[in-house]
């Protein structure tokens, strides 16, 4: 199937949405808070009520693969139909699966999320450079091939990051900075926004600068979790990304999902997230 690059069928997702990702992680906690029943049948529900209240209004919604696996079969296939829900609203899918292994395993793993006709492939996957970036060959092939985007972890939004990615190469440089160039090499032709973007979390206060990493120069789309119950809003926001705003798809999954079951109510506050996302960013 011939589509677009994601680079550019984000930017214009998010020139006509906003640049919000709603994020759907079925928590044990969030399914009781529903009154669901913390089984495949639950998420399945949950996940399509989400897709219902957001499809079509928002940027990209992104599934948290963990969630689904953790029921088995049955929760994979429930991801299944929330990507199938994606597609049929015209929302980009980013499945948060962060894969990373072997370049071997790596083709598997992109057969799977990336490849035209499999249940899984969504718009993007998240992957992880930590078993060196040239181990993901096989998933950038297949994702500029299939005109499919990557976001490649680089600083994410949790405490523990720093002790790998700010640490330093040989050459003085940090691992973080280093996974940038990697990314800002693959998006070198690309004309607007390049298909391989980075999460760098909304959290992270001025830890770009600190570890060297040039956003801006990436000229890829970049994955801002963090936002709502990780505490980042909009000044986080605009002290994390600076001059490379225009480039930020901001991710809420907890402070958008709280508001459910009440499909109205997740509506208005994925929304009202957006019009916030947006103040700051576009
Ligand atoms: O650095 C990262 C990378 C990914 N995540 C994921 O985003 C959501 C955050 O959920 P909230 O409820 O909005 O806190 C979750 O799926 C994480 O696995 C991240 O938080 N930080």
């Known amino acids: 199937m011939t589509r677009a690059p994601f680079g550019a069928r984000l930017a214009a997702a998010m020139d006509d949405h906003g640049p919000l990702c709603v994020g759907i992680d079925p928590h044990a906690s969030l399914l009781e ?4 029943t913390d ?3 639950g998420v399945r529900s949950f996940a399509l009520r989400v ?3 957001v499809g079509g209004r928002v940027a990209a919604v992104k599934p948290q ?3 689904f696996e953790r029921h088995g079969a049955a929760g994979v296939a429930a991801l299944e139909e929330v990507v199938a829900a994606g597609r049929e609203s ?3 899918v980013v499945v948060d699966a962060k894969r990373g292994d072997i370049g071997s395993t790596m083709g598997a793993y992109a057969d799977a999320f990336l490849r035209d006709g499999s249940p899984l492939a969504g718009d993007a996957l998240t992957v992880s450079p930590y078993l060196g970036f040239g181990s993901l060959d096989p998933a950038v092939e297949l994702a500029r091939e299939t005109g499919r985007g990557l976001f490649v972890l680089c600083l994410t939004s949790n405490a523990e990051g720093h002790e790998v990615q700010h640490a ?3 050459d003085g440089v940090s691992v973080a900075a280093a996974v940038a160039a990697r990314a800002a090499e693959l998006n070198a032709g690309a004309d607007e926004l390049g298909s391989v973007g980075l999460v760098v979390g909304a959290t992270i206060g001025d830890a ?3 570890a060297g990493v040039e956003l801006a120069a990436v000229r890829g789309p970049l994955l801002a979790p963090g936002v709502g119950a990780q505490g980042a809003g909009a000044a986080e926001l605009a002290e994390v990304f600076g001059g490379a705003r225009r480039q930020v798809l901001a991710s809420s999954s907890r402070g958008v999902l709280r508001t459910g079951p009440d499909v109205a109510a997740l509506r208005a506050a994925a929304l009202r997230a957006s019009g916030e996302a947006s103040a700051v960013l576009r």
């Open 51 to 53: 897709m219902e209240a």
């Open 65 to 67: 693969a963990a969630f």
């Open 39 to 41: 089984d495949a049948a």
């Open 33 to 36: 808070a529903w009154g669901l």
């Open 208 to 210: 770009a600068v600190r």
């Open 90 to 92: 015209g929302t980009l």
């Open 168 to 170: 330093r190469t040989a």
